[in-house]
């Protein structure tokens, strides 16, 4: 009877956790992860392959995005099991030939890590054997000014990312800092915020009679917090 191999695990870090340090080769030189990125939110992304459709939608749209993703203090850094030359060529083609959604000669200047070892990959838990053992799946890791991880998604091979939403997350973080409140389900700048939970009986009481705030319970209240408010302050406008 033909036994089985063991298959490899490979752990990831969790929110909360200090994102793991490394140095890599990347398309716009070396990186240390994430000391260079010290005081600004940053952005490490996974992709399976150069030179694939989904891959290639993809980075055109975070390139299309990244001086969005600038104004909000926020670096992209992107990265595959594959070489820097592939990188550079694939790239090269993205702005020579590609046109999606009426995105065209799309340079992509943040950097592109090269990990042929996969040494990054497996410290951050974006190889899924189950999944593929030889590429990355679609992991999305942000990571405050502090180093800290602030939200993981992970996605399969075949489904690519909502860049909106990703942009949603990142406002929605920096408001909760900001602001000390908390983002309900689908919230965009200018919808009202939550308050956290009143911990005694007397403040619950205080927050039903403010008239600031819509308590529906004393568990739930909401505030509004305007657009305007809300941009100036993460944009720095």
């Given at each position: 009877?033909?036994e089985?191999k ?5 752990s990831?870090p969790?929110?909360?956790?200090p ?6 080769v990347t398309t716009?030189g070396?990186?240390?992860f ?7 939110w940053s952005?490490l ?9 989904v891959?290639?939608?993809?980075f ?8 969005k993703?600038n104004e ?7 990265l595959s099991?594959?070489?820097?030359y592939?990188h550079?060529a ?10 999606y959604?009426g ?5 992509v ?11 990054v990959?497996?410290k951050?838990?974006?190889?899924q054997?189950?999944e593929?053992n ?5 992991a999305v890791f ?10 993981i998604i ?6 690519g ?14 408001t909760s800092?900001e ?8 919230w ?6 939550i308050?956290?939970p ?8 205080e927050?039903?009679e403010d ?10 209240c909401?505030k509004k917090?305007d657009?305007?408010t809300?941009l100036n302050?993460i944009?720095?406008?």
């Amino acid at each position: 009877m033909e036994e089985k191999k063991e298959q490899e695990v490979f752990s990831m870090p969790r929110i909360g956790d200090p994102a793991p340090e490394f140095k890599a080769v990347t398309t716009q030189g070396e990186v240390n992860f994430p000391g260079d990125y010290k005081g600004k939110w940053s952005i490490l992304f996974s992709h399976p392959a150069d030179f694939t459709p989904v891959c290639t939608s993809e980075f055109m749209t975070f390139a299309h995005m990244e001086e969005k993703f600038n104004e909000a203090n926020c670096q992209l850094i992107g990265l595959s099991i594959d070489g820097l030359y592939s990188h550079i060529a694939w790239l090269r083609t993205i702005k020579e030939k590609i046109e999606y959604k009426g995105m065209k000669d799309i340079e992509v200047t943040f950097p592109l890590i090269e990990d042929i070892k996969m040494d990054v990959a497996k410290k951050y838990g974006m190889i899924q054997p189950n999944e593929d053992n030889t590429k990355a799946v679609r992991a999305v890791f942000f990571v405050d000014p502090k180093g800290i991880i602030r939200a993981i998604i992970y996605y399969p091979l075949s489904l690519g990312r909502n860049f909106d939403e990703l942009y949603r997350a990142l406002i929605a973080m920096q408001t909760s800092d900001e602001f000390g409140v908390a983002t309900p389900a689908d919230w965009q700048p200018g919808d009202d915020v939550i308050i956290s939970p009143a911990g005694s009986c007397g403040t619950a009481q205080e927050r039903m009679e403010d008239s600031d705030i819509d308590c529906k319970d004393w568990f739930f209240c909401t505030k509004k917090l305007d657009k305007d408010t809300v941009l100036n302050k993460i944009l720095k406008k």
